[in-house]
Nanobody
């Protein structure tokens, strides 16, 4: 059974930092691409960052220079280090896994043939 378990969300003031973790099981983590999506109320589900098995990364423009994605294959875990958080970063963040390219936008953070975590809330107060 595939499982993606996220942790690390919470509430923080603007300018603060959080690190999200997503631990995977049930599939070959090192061969998969991993991603972090987020969805705020009334917004689409947007791809925040992804990392391919080759190590190449993607970041949405609004988080470039502030967020950093990394993975530890020995721990089957992908991380999202979020620094200089802004109010607009407030959302539920979801971890996803796929053997291919991630779409940059979805209507909801589910389906699309990806494996998904349960989501973790990030709240940034201004």
């Amino acid at each position: 059974e595939v499982q993606l378990v996220e942790s690390g969300g919470g509430s923080v003031q603007a300018g603060g930092s959080l690190r999200l973790s997503c631990t995977a099981s049930g599939f070959t983590f090192a061969d998969s691409s991993m991603a972090w999506y987020r969805q705020a109320p009334a917004n689409k589900c947007e791809l925040v960052s992804s990392i391919r098995s080759s190590g190449s990364t993607y970041y949405i423009d609004s988080v470039k220079g502030r967020f950093s994605i990394s993975q530890d294959n020995a721990k089957n875990t992908v991380y999202l280090q979020m620094n200089s958080l802004k109010f607009d970063d407030t959302a539920v963040y979801y971890c996803a896994a796929f053997h291919g390219l991630f779409r940059v936008s979805l209507s909801v953070c589910s389906g699309a043939g990806y494996y998904w975590g349960q989501g973790t809330q990030v709240t940034v107060s201004s």
